[in-house]
């Protein structure tokens, strides 16, 4: 009974070309975050959504588009890929403020060539 | 601004000896302090938090954690490691709006 799943678990692809990654959670939760982790494992987050409004937008490119079509999903989609866009992205949720925790889904690794 | 350093990049350990995992934080209220776990190919688990009360933490397999405001840390800690807790660790401190801030990491290996 996975509580925050993603697909795919991978995606390679070529530059230039347009890709989307799903989310979804079943935890009933609030909020939902976008997070990249680079090749060195450090995790940087990308966007935060609460109750599909986004919330947090850090400094990413324009081409990084999240979607929330309703609370229990978080999309991203990502245009004209570049090699530097190869990563493993994570979805995560938690509840709405307060700082609870934040459950994490298994990634998906992308790889741009 | 918030922040979490981990200065331990790689540690090495034998299996069944004891594990201490250093995080240090900057925060300017009282912090939310989380650890997490990543197996290879995995996403991050919950190891256990710290809201407020009781400085001393349990978690799942048998971590803990203290948290000491006077060298603000947050120290993760096994008394005796197994193989399977090979992994990379991860410390964080929720910011506003519950934006989490992580450290960069630290890669445990077990060795026989």
């Known amino acids: 009974d996975t509580a925050v799943s993603q697909t795919p678990k991978y995606l390679v692809t070529q530059m230039g070309n347009d890709k989307s990654i799903k989310c979804e959670q079943n935890?009933?939760?609030?909020?939902m975050y976008w997070y990249k982790q680079d090749s060195k494992k450090f995790l940087k987050i990308m966007f935060s959504?609460?109750?599909?409004?986004?919330?947090i937008n850090e400094t990413v490119p324009n081409r990084f588009s999240p979607k929330s079509p309703d609370k229990a999903h978080l999309n991203l989609h990502i245009n004209s890929l570049e090699l530097g866009d190869s990563a493993v992205y994570f979805c995560?949720?938690?509840?709405?403020?307060?700082?609870?925790?934040?459950?994490f889904g298994p990634g998906t690794r992308l790889t741009v060539t | 601004a918030q922040s979490v350093t981990q200065p331990d990049i790689h540690i090495t350990v034998s299996e069944g000896a004891s594990l201490e995992l250093r995080c240090n934080y900057s925060y300017g209220a009282t912090p939310y302090l989380f650890w997490y776990v990543q197996s290879p190919g995995q996403g991050l688990q919950l190891l256990l938090k710290?809201?407020?009360?009781?400085?001393l933490v349990q978690g799942i397999k048998g971590f803990e954690a203290e948290f000491k405001r006077s060298q603000s840390s947050f120290n993760l800690r096994k008394p005796s490691v197994h193989w399977s807790d090979a992994a990379e660790y991860f410390c964080?401190?929720?910011?506003?709006?519950?934006?989490?801030?992580f450290g960069t990491g630290t890669s445990l290996t077990v060795i026989p």
């Open positions: 935890l009933g939760h609030d909020t």
């Open positions: 710290y809201f407020s009360g009781d400085t």
């Open positions: 959504y609460n109750n599909k409004e986004l919330i």
């Open positions: 964080a401190v929720a910011g506003t709006g519950n934006q989490f801030y």
């Open positions: 995560a949720s938690s509840r709405q403020g307060g700082n609870y925790e934040q459950y």
